[in-house]
T-cell receptor, first 113, second 114 residues
Framework: IAGITQAPTSQILAAGRRMTLRCTQD?????MYWYRQDLGLGLRLIHY???????GKGEVPDGYSVSRANTDDFPLTLASAVPSQTSVYFC????????????FGQGTRLTVV | KQEVTQIPAALSVPEGENLVLNCSFT??????LQWFRQDPGKGLTSLLL?????REQTSGRLNASLDKSSGRSTLYIAASQPGDSATYLC?????????????FGQGTILTVHP
């Protein structure tokens, strides 16, 4: 693994189903982020974590939950998917202590039908 | 709440032209500002990071400036090429009450035609 890995790369999900998007980084960054990207709305922050064991709500947190049990993993869970959650989801990480750049995964394209 | 705006929303230029992309932010309490490039259907690639204490950063044909007091950043692309065609995004990393949040503009879609 080099950088940030997201899985799956794409998924078609039936409405009402539970889904977890996975994100793993190998850079030992303390901060991690989940964004959704929608046409005309840009990238919107869903949840973030400044360090393992802590999480915070972003701009559009409703319907999503996250956990940060360790430094490397930051899964995003949709408890009961709805069509409005159809989007491209990006995970990112950053080392805030050194004030360096953020790195992004390649995204997960999720379609809720 | 931090808001980031990018102007123009789209730009089409002939190859070889120099161009400027604009990014403005409402809350000047930022740690840094980062410019990204996104190709269609792909993830985000970091171009330049400007620390809050810096005025500009350069990488090849790219030069980014930052004026915290006015809440503005610009990305200058010299001698544009068709391969520069992409969406360019700026993002501000907040401090204070916005600490930990990276807020994006909606991007500028750049097309460089031969």
């Amino acid at each position: 693994i080099a950088g940030i890995t997201q899985a799956p790369t794409s998924q078609i999900l039936a409405a009402g189903r539970r889904m977890t998007l996975r994100c793993t980084q190998d850079m030992r960054h303390n901060a991690m982020y989940w964004y959704r990207q929608d046409l005309g709305l840009g990238l919107r922050l869903i949840h973030y974590s400044n360090t393992a064991g802590t999480t915070g709500k972003g701009e559009v947190p409703d319907g999503y939950s996250v956990s940060r049990a360790n430094t490397d993993d930051f899964p995003l869970t949709l408890a009961s998917a709805v069509p409005s959650q159809t989007s491209v989801y990006f995970c990112a990480s950053r080392e805030t202590n050194m004030n360096t750049e953020a790195f992004f995964g390649q995204g997960t394209r999720l379609t809720v039908v | 709440k931090q808001e980031v705006t990018q102007i123009p929303a789209a730009l089409s230029v002939p190859e070889g032209e120099n161009l400027v992309l604009n990014c403005s932010f409402t809350d000047s309490a930022i740690y840094n500002l980062q410019w990204f490039r996104q190709d269609p259907g792909k993830g985000l690639t970091s171009l330049l990071l400007i620390q809050s204490s810096q005025r500009e950063q350069t990488s090849g044909r790219l030069n980014a400036s930052l004026d915290k007091s006015s809440g503005r950043s610009t990305l200058y692309i010299a001698a544009s090429q068709p391969g520069d065609s992409a969406t360019y995004l700026c993002a501000a990393f907040g401090s204070g009450t916005s600490y930990g949040k990276l807020t994006f503009g909606q991007g500028t879609i750049l097309t460089v035609h031969p």
